[in-house]
Each structure stands twice: as structure tokens, then as C-alpha cells.
């Protein structure tokens, strides 16, 4: 027989759509050429395949040996498919078993002694395969995450003679076996000292999901709050996090990220700097990775010194703030990255960072703090839910022996409560709600209409703040276990948006 036909997986986004690796063995001189839109570490695989083949005793073919990757129209990338290449000769050849290769899909690249190296984008193909119903063949570096797919049989390779020695029956491959999920005990909120408000709007953006902005002088804690979000949140589902570590698995390669299978099920907290390209926030380059804001699905992303970001950088999270999702293309491809992420952002009042303090050290012209402020453009600050002024504190609220407030585990069981009342209602989290269910769960007396009415008129705030008004308030109410948003809930939602005037007026 001189074809053979092997399964493997591509990496597209966060898909893992299915190749079949074609080798065709024929006459004339040896020559070994590789179709299918291969790039350059995919061509370059029949030289790892050549020596991996001798090194591991087996008989490299002298004939004209043709690869196939099909489909041919869709960009293949890396050194995923070595380990198929390999098996594909040596089934045309007669060496192995072609039987074997059936139901059975393989990814791994190959060194040159044979040894099989970890790939990234396993836990999409784990996923892929599983549902497809084949069992997986990959390197032993990416056993625990296959295993985290669960539904899949998986099993783990050292070598391509491991791997031949399988497939001829004369000994099994190790099952993938997951790693023990570790438990970090995060950032608490019994650190944080006074701002009464800013942890109590810190409860409100984890109970309904709500965007963030602190805006205060510097060292008054806005990072400190920042940082103890993800403990308020409750644990992510089994699909949530398998979202998210599918996107932390595609993720690895040049840039030196990836998946921490322990670590699995943990929401994410991102806090990339402000020098950050928009391409770095969103996801990008010739072969599309997922940015910051795809790597904080289902968990935070805080934006420190947002005025300080470049202004193009910050317009490219707009849209992804109401769709949850990031459509990155280029001209040979395109990938789709989910990106339902929370922000939170902190900046200063003014340049020097002291306009509004007691002590009165601001010395920053009027067109000055208006030119800061305005770095943040109205359409984006119009889709932030809430906007807390966090305070300096007297250095008396700041001595150890001073009580602090309550623990992170106390408040997520609120949150928690909150959250199972929203998802009762509607199914989704409040910030997520469209305007038609918003319309429909956040409905409010008449005189509390009026008084939305001219809160809204008054702040000169757009149809979109309304609605999130509405959100945050319904929010509210399901923290205090209400049925209906009652005028108590109403007017603490429309006071978290005064730091929208005052950032309006200035610009």
C-alpha cells in the first residue's frame, strides 16, 4: 500500500478544526515535498521527520513522497502535525499497522532523536476529538491538559518509537492523566482600610458582572481594590473554565503564555501596561493569537493609568464590551476569540494627581486637567457602569491595629446569592442583560421613572447610561434580596455615576 491517511488537528482561534494527513508514496527520485498551504515550521517538518525516522530505527523511504494536508484552503501552522507526517510514512511504507491509524487522532512535534515536544492549542483539539469520538495521541508535556477534556481518551508519548510501538501492539501508551487543581489563596479584601464606597461598589460589579472606573489620587488604593475583584467572584463552572483555559492553551507559543493545568480553574486577572499596543489588547498578527482582554474571559482586566494609554488602544474595547467578543482578521486569515471580560479601570484625578484633595497640593491648570481628562473618550465611558471617587485616607484609618472590614469569603456569599437569584430570573448575569430584558426585569414605579428622568437630564447622560443605571440598580436590589427595584436602590445606582459629570464637564 502506498497512501496512508492520518488524523490530525489545526488551530484556528480557539477551534481545533480536523486535517487529514495525506502521504502518497511514489516512483522517481527521492524527493519529499509537503501541499496544503503549509508555513514555513510546517514545511521545515520533512527534515524532523527524515532524522526522527532513522534515529528511531526505522527505514526512511527513497522514493518521491508526497504530504497532503487537507483541507488545502486552510493555513496550517507549526510543528503539530510531525508526529501524523511521520506515522503517514511509515503506514505507506508497510513498517506500521495502517489499521492502526484508525479512529485515532496525533499531535506532536517531532526533534530530531525522535522525541516528541509539547505543542500549544491541546485542549481545543482534546475537545475536538472528543466530540468527533477518536482517541488522542499527544506528547507527554501536554498529557494533563488532553486530560482536562475529560470526555476523550487520551493518551501520552516520549517518542515516535513509543508511539509506533502502540500502534504495532507491542506495548500501551500511558493514559493522560490530569493534574491535582491547586488552590491559591488570592488577594483579600481584609487588606483594604476604609473606602466604605469603593468596596461597596466593589460587591455591586461582582454581583451583576458591572464595568468599573476608580478614580482617585495616587496611593489611595485603587490597585489594591483592584486586585481583590476576582476573590469576590464565584468559582467559574466546569464550561466557563474550560472556555477560558482553551484560549490560555492557544495562547502559548512565541509569546511564552499558555495553560497552567493546575491551575485550570481560576478566573483570570489581567493588568497589561499602559504602553500595551491595541494589538496586544485584542489579538492579532499573521497568525492571530488572543490579546489581554480574550486571556481575561471570564474573569478581570484592569486598566492602571487610563488616561495614560494610547487613545487607539482604548477605542478597540468598546465594541468588545457589549458583544463579549473579538473578530481579529487579516488577509489570510481570520479568528474569532471570546472576550466577556469585567473591567476595571483606575486613573488620577488630574495630571499631578491631586485635584479635589484636602490638602490642596493640585497646582494643574484648568485646560491642563481638562486635556487629561479628556484622553478618555465619552463613548467609552459611557459603557463603564460604575464610577467611584476613591479618597485619601487620614493616616490614622491606616494603622494595623485598626479593624478592617469584612473578608472576601463573607462578601462572594452574597455575590453568590445575587448571581442565582439574576440567573433564576433571566438566565444571565444583570450587565449582560439586552435592552428588551432590561425593559422587561428592571421595572420601576412611576415616581421613581421621574426620577430617573431627570437624573438623566441632569448628568446629560446618554439613552446606553440609563439602561446601565437600570442594571446596576436591579443589581442592587437582588444583593438586598428585593423583588422590585425600590427608590433606596434607584438613587444609589444614579449616584455611582457622578464621577461621569465631572469628567464630562471638565472636557
Given amino acids: 500500500m502506498n497512501l496512508a491517511l492520518v488524523h490530525s488537528r489545526a488551530r484556528s482561534g480557539v477551534r481545533a478544526p480536523a486535517v487529514r494527513v495525506e502521504v502518497h508514496l511514489a516512483g522517481g527520485l527521492p524527493n519529499m515535498s509537503i501541499v496544503g498551504l503549509p508555513e514555513a515550521a510546517v514545511r521545515e517538518a520533512k527534515d524532523r521527520v527524515r532524522a526522527a525516522i532513522q534515529c528511531a530505527q526505522f527505514e526512511f523511504p527513497q522514493r518521491r513522497i508526497t504530504v497532503n494536508?487537507?483541507?488545502?484552503d486552510l493555513p496550517k501552522d507549526g510543528g503539530r502535525y510531525d508526529l501524523a507526517i511521520a506515522l503517514g510514512i511509515l503506514a505507506a511504507s508497510g513498517q506500521i499497522p495502517l489499521e492502526a491509524l484508525n479512529g485515532c487522532e496525533f499531535l506532536g512535534e517531532l526533534g530530531?532523536?525522535?522525541e516528541l515536544r509539547a505543542i500549544d492549542g491541546v485542549l481545543p483539539a482534546a475537545l475536538a476529538a472528543a466530540d468527533a469520538g477518536h482517541r488522542l495521541v499527544v506528547p507527554a508535556g501536554n498529557g494533563a491538559e488532553a486530560a482536562l477534556a475529560g470526555r476523550v481518551e487520551a493518551r501520552t508519548g516520549r517518542t515516535l518509537l513509543e508511539v509506533c510501538a502502540m500502534l504495532s501492539g507491542q506495548k500501551s501508551l500511558p493514559e493522560a492523566v490530569a493534574l491535582p487543581v491547586v488552590r491559591v489563596a488570592g488577594p483579600d479584601m481584609l487588606d483594604v482600610r476604609g473606602q466604605a464606597q469603593a468596596r461597596r461598589a466593589l460587591e455591586i460589579?461582582?454581583?451583576?458582572?458591572?464595568?468599573l472606573l476608580l478614580i482617585g489620587p495616587p496611593g489611595c488604593g485603587k490597585t489594591l481594590l483592584a486586585s481583590r475583584l476576582p476573590g469576590l467572584l464565584p468559582e467559574a463552572s466546569e464550561a466557563e473554565a474550560l472556555e477560558t483555559a482553551a484560549i490560555a492553551s492557544v495562547s502559548g507559543g512565541a509569546?511564552?503564555?499558555g495553560l497552567d493545568p493546575a491551575r485550570w480553574r481560576e478566573r483570570p486577572f489581567r493588568s497589561p501596561h499602559h504602553t500595551a499596543s491595541a494589538v496586544a489588547l485584542v489579538g492579532g498578527g499573521a497568525d492571530p493569537r488572543p490579546g489581554e482582554i480574550s486571556l481575561a474571559h471570564q474573569g478581570v482586566l484592569f486598566l492602571d493609568e487610563l488616561p495614560e494609554w494610547e487613545r487607539r488602544a482604548l477605542e478597540v474595547l468598546r465594541e468588545p464590551l457589549e458583544s463579549g467578543v473579538v473578530t481579529v482578521s487579516r488577509a489570510a486569515r481570520s479568528a474569532e476569540f471570546p472576550a466577556r471580560f469585567q473591567l476595571v479601570a483606575a486613573m488620577n484625578p488630574c495630571p499631578c494627581g491631586w485635584a479635589g484633595d484636602s490638602?490642596?497640593?493640585?497646582r494643574c491648570a484648568g485646560d491642563a486637567i481638562r486635556?487629561?481628562?479628556?484622553?478618555?473618550?465619552?463613548p467609552l465611558l459611557d459603557r463603564i457602569d460604575l464610577h467611584i471617587e476613591v479618597p485619601r485616607l487620614p493616616p490614622s484609618h491606616l494603622r494595623p491595629d485598626q479593624p478592617g472590614g469584612e473578608c472576601s469569603e463573607a462578601i462572594r456569599a452574597r455575590v453568590v446569592l445575587a448571581r442565582q437569584r439574576q440567573q433564576a430570573r433571566s438566565g444571565r448575569i444583570n450587565a449582560q442583560l439586552s435592552q428588551a430584558e432590561t425593559s422587561a426585569t428592571c421595572r420601576l414605579h412611576e415616581r421613581d421613572h421621574e426620577l430617573l428622568e431627570r437624573a438623566v437630564e441632569s448628568l446629560q447622560l446618554s439613552a446606553r447610561s440609563m439602561h446601565r443605571i437600570l442594571r446596576v440598580a436591579r443589581t442592587i436590589a437582588d444583593l438586598a434580596g428585593s423583588e422590585a427595584i425600590a427608590t433606596a436602590h434607584l438613587t444609589e445606582a444614579i449616584g455611582y455615576r457622578r464621577a461621569d459629570r465631572g469628567l464630562q464637564s471638565a472636557a
Avoid: D, E, M, Q
Fill in 205 to 211: 460589579a461582582a454581583a451583576g458582572g458591572h464595568h
Fill in 371 to 378: 486635556r487629561y481628562r479628556a484622553r478618555i473618550s465619552g
Fill in 112 to 114: 530530531l532523536t525522535g
Fill in 69 to 72: 494536508l487537507a483541507p488545502a
Fill in 255 to 257: 509569546h511564552g503564555r
Fill in 359 to 362: 490638602s490642596g497640593r493640585c
